[in-house]
C-alpha cells in the first residue's frame, strides 16, 4: 500500500472510532446500565461464553492448516492465532492479523506469495461459509434482516461514500491486479480439494469459528437475559459482522460494537439489554485476552517463531 493509501485509512479509521466514542459519549447511561447488567448475569452462560471465546483461536488454526498443503507444528499455529488476534484489533481491519499469519507462514518456509495465496483462500472460505449460514437461518426469521429506516442524509452520504470508492478503484486501476487474485486463490482452493483432509480442515475450522463466536455472544445473551432466540441472536450477529467488515477499523473496533447494538435493539430488545451483549462479547473476545496475546506476540517474535 502506497504511502498515500496508509493516511487515507487512518484517517478513514479514526473518523469511524471518533464517531463511536461520540455515539457512546451520547448514550452513556445506557452503556452504564448495560455494564451493571453484565456484572449480574448469569456466571454459568459467561462461562459457556469465555470457552466458546478459547476455542475459536483453535478453530482459526485448523483453518489456516487446511489453507496450506504442508503440515504446520500445531503448538506455534495455535499460539501464532492467538497473537494475531490480538494485533488485529491494534492495526487496522485485517492488517495486524495478515502480518502475523503470513510472517508464520515464512517462517514455516513457505514463499511470501503462497503465504498471501492461503491467506486469501482462508478469508475466502470464511466469507462463504458466513453467506451460506446467513441462508440457512434466515428463512427461520423471516423480515428480521429488512433494513432499517435511515434518514435520507445518511442514505445520500452512504451513497457517495460507495460511489467515490469506486472511482478510486477504477483510477488505481486495480481490478486486473484482483482479477489475477481472484483466479490465483480459486486455483489454490481447487488444489485443495485434491486432499480431503485439507479440504475438512478449511471448511470446518472456517464453520467452526464462525460458529464460536456465534455462540460467544448467544451465551453472553442468554446471561443478560436478552428477550431473543439463539437462532436470532445467531442471524443478527453474522448480518451486524458481515456489514463491519466492510468498515476499516482495527478489529472491527466502534463498527461492529455499533453494528451489533443496531441490529439488536432494532430487533425489539431493550438497549441496556443489548448494550450488556455486546459489551459481554467485546470483552471476552477483544479485551481480555489483547494484553496476553500481545505478550505472546512478542514472546514468539523475541523466539523467532514469527
Known amino acids: 500500500m502506497s504511502r498515500r493509501g496508509v493516511y487515507w485509512h487512518a484517517a478513514a479509521c479514526l473518523a469511524v472510532l471518533l464517531g463511536a466514542g461520540w455515539l457512546v459519549r451520547r448514550h452513556w447511561p445506557v452503556v452504564e446500565h448495560g455494564a451493571l447488567r453484565l456484572a449480574v448475569a448469569d456466571q454459568g452462560w459467561l462461562l459457556v461464553?469465555?470457552?466458546?471465546?478459547?476455542?475459536?483461536?483453535?478453530?482459526?488454526?485448523?483453518?489456516?492448516?487446511?489453507?496450506?498443503a504442508r503440515r504446520l507444528p500445531g503448538g506455534r499455529l495455535v499460539a501464532a492465532q492467538f497473537a494475531a488476534s490480538a494485533a488485529n484489533h491494534v492495526l487496522p481491519a485485517g492488517v495486524g492479523a495478515g502480518a502475523v499469519n503470513l510472517r508464520f507462514l515464512m517462517r514455516c518456509g513457505l514463499p511470501p506469495g503462497r503465504g498471501a495465496s492461503a491467506l486469501a483462500v482462508k478469508a475466502a472460505a470464511g466469507a462463504v461459509v458466513r453467506l451460506a449460514l446467513v441462508a440457512v437461518l434466515a428463512p427461520a426469521c423471516p423480515g428480521l434482516l429488512r433494513a432499517p429506516h435511515l434518514p435520507t442524509a445518511v442514505l445520500l452520504a452512504g451513497a457517495a461514500v460507495v460511489a467515490?470508492?469506486?472511482?478510486?478503484?477504477?483510477r488505481a486501476r486495480v481490478w486486473p491486479r484482483c482479477r489475477g487474485a481472484v483466479a490465483a486463490v480459486v486455483a489454490d482452493i481447487r488444489a485443495l480439494h485434491s486432499r480431503p483432509a485439507r479440504a475438512a480442515a478449511l471448511w470446518g475450522g472456517s464453520?467452526?469459528?464462525?460458529?464460536?463466536?456465534?455462540?460467544?455472544?448467544?451465551?453472553?445473551?442468554?446471561?443478560?437475559?436478552?428477550?431473543?432466540?439463539?437462532?436470532?441472536?445467531?442471524?443478527?450477529?453474522?448480518?451486524?459482522?458481515?456489514?463491519?467488515?466492510?468498515?476499516?477499523?482495527?478489529?472491527?473496533?466502534?463498527?461492529?460494537?455499533?453494528?451489533?447494538?443496531?441490529?439488536?435493539?432494532?430487533?425489539?430488545?431493550?438497549?441496556?439489554?443489548?448494550?450488556?451483549?455486546?459489551i459481554g462479547y467485546r470483552l471476552l473476545t477483544v479485551w481480555l485476552p489483547l494484553l496476553p496475546g500481545l505478550l505472546l506476540l512478542g514472546v514468539l517474535i523475541r523466539r523467532r517463531a514469527l
Do not use: C, K, N
Open 207 to 278: 464453520l467452526a469459528f464462525i460458529g464460536l463466536h456465534t455462540l460467544v455472544l448467544i451465551s453472553v445473551a442468554r446471561a443478560v437475559e436478552l428477550p431473543l432466540s439463539p437462532v436470532r441472536v445467531a442471524l443478527l450477529y453474522l448480518a451486524a459482522s458481515g456489514a463491519a467488515a466492510l468498515l476499516p477499523t482495527p478489529g472491527g473496533l466502534g463498527s461492529l460494537d455499533a453494528a451489533l447494538a443496531l441490529a439488536l435493539t432494532a430487533s425489539g430488545t431493550p438497549a441496556a439489554a443489548a448494550a450488556s451483549a455486546v
Open 164 to 170: 467515490l470508492a469506486g472511482v478510486l478503484l477504477l
Open 49 to 68: 461464553a469465555a470457552l466458546a471465546a478459547v476455542g475459536t483461536w483453535a478453530s482459526s488454526a485448523l483453518a489456516q492448516q487446511g489453507a496450506v
